[in-house]
């Protein structure tokens, strides 16, 4: 199994990126995928998760603003980031679970890739 991200970078507070996650070595439908975020020191926050069958969930403070999706055919996740705070400033990271349905607080999401940082200056 491997994930790797792409479309990181750095805005201004207002702007938005996209994220995406593609992913190999295993069948991408069948499985909940999530994206995950981390500053230094601190501990690992849940974003937004999508299962198997599109199912969505997000954290409160992303709800409204953030956006998951995935295209099966391409095996990719993505992550909509818009109106962009610097709270929102952090690493991202996507993540499998070893399930088709998710849960937003999880914590065995056993596969990660290697992460793409997300910088918002005021």
């Known amino acids: 199994v491997q994930l790797l991200e792409s479309g990181g970078g750095s805005v201004q507070a207002g702007g938005s990126l996209r994220l995406a996650c593609t992913a190999s070595?295993?069948?991408?439908?069948?499985?909940?995928m999530g994206w995950f975020r981390q500053l230094p020191g601190k501990e690992r926050e849940a974003v937004a998760t999508?299962?198997?069958?599109?199912?969505?969930q997000y954290a409160e403070s992303v709800k409204d603003r953030f956006t998951i999706s995935r295209d099966n055919d391409k095996n990719t996740l993505y992550l909509q980031m818009n109106s962009l705070k610097p709270e929102d400033t952090a690493m991202y990271y996507c993540a499998r679970r070893n399930f088709r349905n998710c849960k937003l607080g999880a914590s065995d999401f056993f596969y990660w890739g290697q992460g793409t940082q997300v910088t918002v200056s005021s």
């Open positions: 999508i299962d198997w069958s599109g199912g969505l």
């Open positions: 070595g295993y069948i991408f439908r069948n499985f909940c």
